[in-house]
């Protein structure tokens, strides 16, 4: 059984079905705007997600994956292989030479499928790079986790074709970024105990629609 579930999972992420996030590679871009600083995602493997098998949670068991032009599914859904899914959205940023300030996180929705309601927005402690070409079903407890201990910035409710637009307050930058400067935005359902397996948002990524709305972070 649980050969057929990991099986199942790996031909979801090899075909796209669940979006992951971003072109390996990217340079990160820390751009002066008439708004003032702005800071993209460095690589494919710092802006992704994580997706665990929802019939056994808590135990979180499933993969990390980022590396594609697709939007992020966050929420609930099924596999190309039938298994129910739980997802939730993973985007780092490296904040070098900018700790001590505060910041809005911009990411835009763009689509909505079934009625997954309220989005929760965390700054969590640091992931680590993403698995730009996951191949097996691991224990990813230690990211899906890691919202326990994280500062919900906001509970909001996105709209299809517009920004979700969150401030981060200088002391939740300070009490999160690494040592090596980045921060870590998590977004998951208000609720993912939802009947359903087909309740979800899809979020833009670094190289969605050739980089026409990628998710960034400006100085607040």
């Known amino acids: 059984m649980m050969r057929r579930k990991n099986s199942s999972v790996v031909f979801l992420l090899l075909c796209v079905i669940v979006g992951a996030v971003m072109l390996s590679g990217c340079n990160e871009e820390q751009q002066s705007t008439q708004q003032g600083i702005k800071i993209e995602i460095k690589t494919g493997s710092d802006d992704g997600g994580v997706i665990a098998l929802t019939d056994v949670l808590p135990a979180a068991f499933g993969t990390t994956n980022g590396g594609s032009d697709q939007p992020f599914m966050v929420g609930l859904l099924v596999s190309g292989g039938g298994d129910n899914l739980t997802s939730r959205g993973i985007y780092r940023f490296d904040i070098s030479g900018y700790e001590n300030k505060s910041f809005t996180f911009h990411v835009k929705c763009v689509e909505k499928h079934g009625n997954p309601g309220n989005l929760e927005v965390y700054v969590t402690n640091d992931t680590g790079s993403l698995d730009t070409n996951p191949s097996n079903m691991t224990d990813v407890s230690n990211v899906w986790n890691l919202v326990e201990t994280g500062e919900k910035i906001t ?16 002391s939740v930058v300070a009490s999160k970024v690494t040592d090596k400067g980045y921060i870590v935005i998590m977004l998951k359902l208000e609720d993912e105990t939802l009947d359903s397996n087909s309740d979800y948002y899809s979020f833009s990524t670094y190289e969605y629609l050739q980089g026409s709305a990628k998710p960034y972070l400006s100085i607040s």
């Open 155 to 170: 509970t909001t409710l996105p709209v299809v074709g517009q920004w979700v637009e969150v401030e981060i307050p200088v």
